[in-house]
C-alpha cells in the first residue's frame, strides 16, 4: 500500500534532506563498505504527466524536476532529474515514483506534489545492473479544482480589487500566449502603476491542513505577490503568501497555501489576489498570466 500524502507529506521532506546530509557525513569515498552489499541502480530521465481520463484538469503544463522514490513502501530518496542512484534491494521490487516542484519557486526547497498521483513499477533489481524506469503521472482522481482559468473561455474570473489602476485583460498577440489561443495580461506603466485583482469568487478550503495549493504559468516584467483574503466573522484578513520574481521566459509555479489556510481557520471562506508595481526604474512591465489552478482534496 503506497503512502498516505495527507498525514506523512511534510515528515518525509524532512526525512529525505536529513538522510543526504548523514550521506555526506561518512567518511571516505566509498558509500558500501560491505563487499557483499553491491547495490542495484535505477536510471530516470524524466516523469511525464499525462492526462487523467476521469478528471477535467485542463493544461497539463507543469515543472517536475525530481523523482521521490520508494521501494516497496521504503523511501530511497528524492533525485534531482535526470538521475542514476544505487538502491540496496534486489528482486521482484515495486517501485513508486512521486513527481518533484519546487515548493514556491524557490529552489532550495523541494517536495513532491500530492496532487500528481505516483508511477508504480513492478521491476526486478539486480546488483551491479541499472534498471531503468519511465514513471509517467496523472492528477489523482480525488483531486477538487474549484477554480480554473484558462483564459479561452468568455469571462475572467478575477476583478479588480480596490484601487487597482491597471487591468487584467485577454491577450491574443503571439509571443504573449502560453498554450492555446488566450494569455491573461497587465500591462503596467507611470500612469497605471499597480494592479490589484481579486478573484470574483470565494472559496471554501480544508481547515484541518490539508493540502492546498496554487498553480500558474507566468512570464513577467514586474514581481508579483500571491496571496489570499480571509473572509472571517466580523473582518477580512489580506494574508500575503508568496511572490514571483520577474522572468524573461515562461516559468510555472507551485504555491503552498496549505499553512496560511491552517492558520486562518476561522475563515468563512478565501478570495485569492495578485498585486504588483511598476518598479520605479522602470517605464512600462507586462505581466502575463495562464492556467490558474487552485488545487485541494
Same mark, same amino acid.
Given at each position: 500500500?503506497?503512502?498516505?500524502?495527507?498525514?506523512?507529506?511534510?515528515?518525509?521532506?524532512?526525512?529525505?534532506?536529513?538522510?543526504?546530509?548523514?550521506?555526506?557525513?561518512?567518511?571516505?569515498?566509498?558509500?558500501?563498505?560491505?563487499?557483499?552489499?553491491?547495490?542495484?541502480?535505477?536510471?530516470?530521465?524524466?516523469?511525464?504527466?499525462?492526462?487523467?481520463?476521469?478528471?477535467?484538469?485542463?493544461?497539463?503544463?507543469?515543472?517536475?524536476?525530481?523523482?521521490?522514490?520508494?521501494?516497496?513502501?521504503?523511501?530511497?530518496?528524492?533525485?534531482?532529474?535526470?538521475?542514476?542512484?544505487?538502491?540496496?534491494?534486489?528482486?521482484?521490487?515495486?517501485?513508486?515514483?512521486?513527481?518533484?516542484?519546487?515548493?514556491?519557486?524557490?529552489?532550495?526547497?523541494?517536495?513532491?506534489?500530492?496532487?500528481?498521483?505516483?508511477?508504480?513499477?513492478?521491476?526486478?533489481?539486480?546488483?551491479?545492473?541499472?534498471?531503468?524506469?519511465?514513471?509517467?503521472?496523472?492528477?489523482?482522481?480525488?483531486?477538487?479544482?474549484?477554480?480554473?482559468?484558462?483564459?479561452?473561455?468568455?469571462?475572467?474570473?478575477?476583478?479588480?480589487?480596490?484601487?487597482?489602476?491597471?487591468?487584467?485583460?485577454?491577450?491574443?498577440?503571439?509571443?504573449?500566449?502560453?498554450?492555446?489561443?488566450?494569455?491573461?495580461?497587465?500591462?503596467?506603466?507611470?500612469?497605471?502603476?499597480?494592479?490589484?485583482?481579486?478573484?470574483?469568487?470565494?472559496?471554501?478550503?480544508?481547515?484541518?491542513?490539508?493540502?492546498?495549493?496554487?498553480?500558474?504559468?507566468?512570464?513577467?516584467?514586474?514581481?508579483?505577490?500571491?496571496?489570499?483574503?480571509?473572509?472571517?466573522?466580523?473582518?477580512?484578513?489580506?494574508?500575503?503568501?508568496?511572490?514571483?520574481?520577474?522572468?524573461?521566459?515562461?516559468?510555472?509555479?507551485?504555491?503552498?497555501?496549505?499553512?496560511?489556510?491552517?492558520?486562518?481557520?476561522?475563515?468563512?471562506?478565501?478570495?485569492?489576489?495578485?498585486?504588483?508595481?511598476?518598479?520605479? #526604474?522602470?517605464?512600462?512591465?507586462?505581466?502575463?498570466? #495562464?492556467?490558474?489552478?487552485?488545487?485541494?482534496?
Amino acid at each position: 500500500m503506497l503512502p498516505s500524502i495527507s498525514h506523512r507529506w511534510y515528515r518525509e521532506q524532512s526525512i529525505v534532506w536529513l538522510v543526504s546530509i548523514l550521506m555526506l557525513m561518512i567518511p571516505g569515498c566509498e558509500l558500501f563498505d560491505d563487499p557483499v552489499e553491491i547495490p542495484a541502480y535505477i536510471t530516470i530521465e524524466e516523469i511525464d504527466l499525462v492526462n487523467n481520463p476521469d478528471l477535467s484538469e485542463g493544461s497539463l503544463s507543469n515543472y517536475i524536476v525530481d523523482a521521490w522514490v520508494y521501494v516497496d513502501d521504503q523511501l530511497i530518496g528524492a533525485f534531482e532529474l535526470p538521475a542514476t542512484f544505487p538502491v540496496l534491494h534486489r528482486g521482484d521490487k515495486e517501485v513508486a515514483v512521486y513527481a518533484g516542484v519546487f515548493l514556491n519557486g524557490v529552489r532550495a526547497t523541494r517536495v513532491y506534489y500530492p496532487f500528481y498521483a505516483p508511477s508504480v513499477h513492478q521491476v526486478r533489481l539486480t546488483p551491479d545492473s541499472i534498471t531503468t524506469i519511465t514513471p509517467v503521472v496523472k492528477y489523482d482522481s480525488r483531486i477538487k479544482m474549484p477554480l480554473h482559468e484558462s483564459f479561452e473561455l468568455g469571462g475572467v474570473l478575477f476583478e479588480d480589487g480596490p484601487h487597482s489602476l491597471a487591468e487584467l485583460t485577454k491577450t491574443d498577440l503571439s509571443g504573449e500566449v502560453f498554450e492555446g489561443n488566450y494569455s491573461g495580461k497587465v500591462e503596467l506603466n507611470k500612469t497605471d502603476s499597480m494592479f490589484h485583482v481579486i478573484s470574483v469568487q470565494a472559496y471554501i478550503l480544508p481547515s484541518a491542513g490539508g493540502n492546498v495549493f496554487l498553480e500558474l504559468d507566468y512570464k513577467t516584467e514586474a514581481p508579483v505577490m500571491v496571496g489570499l483574503y480571509a473572509n472571517k466573522p466580523g473582518q477580512v484578513a489580506r494574508l500575503d503568501v508568496a511572490g514571483v520574481l520577474p522572468n524573461d521566459e515562461w516559468n510555472k509555479v507551485y504555491i503552498n497555501l496549505t499553512p496560511i489556510v491552517f492558520r486562518n481557520n476561522d475563515a468563512l471562506d478565501f478570495r485569492i489576489y495578485f498585486t504588483s508595481y511598476l518598479p520605479e #526604474d522602470q517605464k512600462e512591465a507586462a505581466v502575463l498570466f #495562464d492556467n490558474i489552478k487552485l488545487i485541494h482534496f
